[in-house]
């Protein structure tokens, strides 16, 4: 258990809760970009009900244009506020120093609330997968044990099993759940790539338009083609900013985390699109047709298009994909009740570290135990908040950004988006436009469950930072947290040294203003 006592100045490794600490094996350029990969896509499992819902046409018109005015201004934002305070914790601290305190915690809390139930998916997946092969684990099949309403199943045994299993690979630390990620990534892809060759030579063999219809037909229109497809293809583009919070477990962000937020981008879309564009080769008809395709359709393609060795191949990457992208964001939400400890919200204990890894091991359990009790089928409705609550905290980050602008001028940026104040504005118009859609859409599809589910988890919140923020005041008092918030100067210090540390390469000065000249 570290000592919460104010960093001394003198050594680096002093900081809070051992903020500056080498990991003993550290992420390095290509398992970040397995890491982005898997905490925003993890391949084309799952958007199958894209075609379905909107049309093929519309469908690949979405998954170009999307990442345009959604994941690109997002990965612009993530790039310029990871390279300007590479620190662990990530997103947390670039709103607490940009807005302040009480909204770094909204951004943080929000996220780790938002990961209940997002986290429990993917072990959800893995399972639902893995019943297509082993009839045994399919949900109610085998009962273990009854609990008022809820069943206790083998099918819950086995999502309890890939928890285990990953959240003993991360307490291992970030750098070898990013190497595990570019495994992942061939396993996952692999059949992909089979998928996509076949389908390709079906539609040369075969010559026809995969795209010949925009949309469904019978009376869809276009705009409600675009509007029923966006919402399903921001799931599949968003968490840009997920990596951000290990990267003080990274060799040098600084200079990777651009590179790897870019390279991932193009394989995200590479990923989605050209397997998409082959799948549509079976036609809208029969029950591979794209008319009928919902979450895991792609196996049946896969049987259609190649014959049971395809459709088998298929489900296994789904069921790598799954895992790995649970593997991956377990890393980054676990962090996220890590920083909050250190800065005295949350227990001190939450901050204990392995010995030999240096792992926050009691933030992954913790966070790993929650999961597991989410898998219940119970929770599952709940799953309406989540693209709200992501976008809530997308839109701090913006802000954050323009604070930091006005505020810091001077904040070294080895990475600064381009374009000046144009560039900035058309970031703050298209994300919050698509968010605002994306909010209405919710609401259009759940009804108030959305705006009821969305506003209790914001208010639970809000009213749990006043007794924390109590509390956390007290341990200043008592001199057994040191007093960093946004705008002391030990905070300031304290990033900047963890800046230094993060990038060798480049020159940070030894302490930032609390206040410059505006400018953007």
């Known amino acids: 258990m570290h000592n919460p006592a104010p960093p001394s100045a003198g050594s680096p490794s002093s900081s809070p809760g051992g903020a500056f600490r080498a990991a003993p094996r550290q992420v390095r350029l290509l398992p970040l970009i397995a890491l982005i990969f898997f905490s925003v896509s993890g391949g084309a499992y799952g958007i199958e009900g894209l075609f379905s819902s909107s049309g093929p046409g519309m469908g690949l018109l979405l998954i170009v244009l999307t990442p345009l005015i959604y994941g690109l201004p997002h990965s612009l934002v993530v790039a310029e506020l990871g390279t300007a305070i590479p620190v662990e914790g990530g997103f947390y601290h670039w ?8 909204w770094g915690f909204q951004s943080a809390m929000l996220t780790w609330l938002c990961s209940f139930v997002d986290m429990a998916l993917f072990p959800l997946l893995f399972a639902n997968y893995l019943q297509s092969v082993v009839k045994a684990v399919a949900p109610g099949r085998h009962v273990l044990l009854s609990l008022g309403g809820l069943d206790i199943d083998l099918h819950w045994g086995v999502c ?4 285990v299993f990953f959240t003993l690979l991360n307490m291992m630390g970030a750098g070898w759940v990013g190497d595990s990620s570019l495994v992942f990534g061939v396993l996952c892809l692999t059949p992909m790539l089979a998928l996509t060759g076949v389908g390709v030579w079906r539609l040369i063999s075969d010559p026809s338009n995969p795209v010949s219809s925009l949309t469904l037909g019978d009376g869809q229109s276009t705009s409600s083609a675009f509007g029923a497809g966006l919402f399903i293809v921001m799931w599949n583009y968003c968490g840009w900013d997920q990596v951000s919070t290990v990267a003080g477990e990274m060799a040098n962000p600084r200079r990777d985390l651009p590179k790897a937020l870019f390279s991932a981008m193009g394989l995200i879309v590479a990923g989605y699109l050209i397997p998409c564009l082959a799948a ?19 196996a049946e393609v896969g049987r259609v298009l190649g014959g049971p060795w395809l459709q088998t191949a298929v489900t296994v990457g789904g069921m790598f994909s799954a895992v790995a992208m649970f593997s991956a964001l377990l890393a980054s939400n676990s962090r996220l009740p890590l920083v909050l400890s250190r ?14 890894f240096r792992a926050p091991v009691v933030s992954i359990i913790g966070s790993s135990a929650i999961y597991a009790v989410f898998c219940l089928s119970s929770f599952g409705d709940l799953v309406i908040v989540d693209v709200f609550l992501t976008n809530a905290v997308i839109l ?28 900035l504005a058309a970031i703050v118009l298209s994300l919050a436009s698509v968010c605002g859609f994306a909010a ?11 705006v009821v589910y969305g506003l209790a988890t914001v208010g639970f919140s809000c009213l749990l930072y006043v007794p924390l923020r109590w509390w956390r005041r007290s341990k200043v008092r008592r001199g ?41």
Do not use: C, M
């Open 440 to 450: 209405w859409a919710q609401y259009q599809d759940a009804g108030s469950r959305s």
């Open 160 to 163: 309890v099993g890939v928890i």
């Open 396 to 423: 701090l980050e913006v802000a954050a950004l323009i604070a930091l602008r006005v505020r810091e001028p001077r904040l070294p940026r080895p990475y600064r988006v381009p374009g000046g104040r144009p560039a």
């Open 95 to 102: 709103v607490k120093r940009g807005l302040g305190d009480f």
């Open 343 to 356: 800065d005295g919200y949350l227990p001190s204990w939450l901050t204990k570290e392995s010995r030999r």
């Open 480 to 520: 057994t947290v040191a007093d960093l918030t946004a705008g002391s100067s030990a905070y300031g210090e304290w990033l900047t040294r963890a800046a230094d540390r993060g990038a060798s390469d480049a020159q940070t000065p030894a302490a930032l203003p609390a206040r410059e000249p505006a400018g953007l």
């Open 280 to 298: 549509l080769a079976v036609g809208p008809h029969g029950p591979a047709g794209w008319l009928n395709w919902e979450d895991g359709s792609f």
